[in-house]
């Protein structure tokens, strides 16, 4: 297993960006997928993003083209980089490792999009 915490939540106004960061307690680097996921008030946790080992990124359709997801092996860090926030983007967001069942979840951070 692995922990996970992480940072960089808060209030933004829309139309402003934020960066995530998702601090893992050992090497991701043997980690093939990590990923972020957020749950809104009153709603189902859905997935946002994933990256892999190698670099490569899926997004869902409600952040393409707006949210870009990293990884940095060496320090053992993912970001969640987001941009053109929406009101609709608040929640809690959460930073996913793909291993074990169900795999390894941080406590998440909160992110608030609001004039």
């Known amino acids: 297993q692995v922990q996970l915490v992480e940072s960089g939540g808060g209030l933004v106004q829309p139309g402003g960006s934020m960066r995530l960061s998702c601090a893992a307690s050992?090497?991701?680097?043997?980690?093939?997928?990590m990923g972020w996921y957020r749950q809104a008030p009153g709603k189902q946790r859905e997935w946002v993003a994933t990256?892999?080992?190698?670099?490569?990124?899926n997004y869902a359709d409600s952040v393409k083209g707006r949210f870009t997801a990293s990884r940095d092996n060496a320090k053992n860090t993912v970001y969640l980089q987001m941009n053109s926030l929406k009101p609709e983007d608040t929640a809690v967001y959460y930073c996913?490792?793909?291993?074990?069942?169900?795999?390894?979840w941080g406590q998440g951070t909160q992110v608030t999009v609001s004039s």
């Open positions: 996913n490792a793909a291993i074990g069942v169900g795999g390894s």
């Open positions: 990256v892999t080992s190698g670099g490569s990124t």
């Open positions: 050992r090497s991701i680097a043997s980690i093939y997928a």
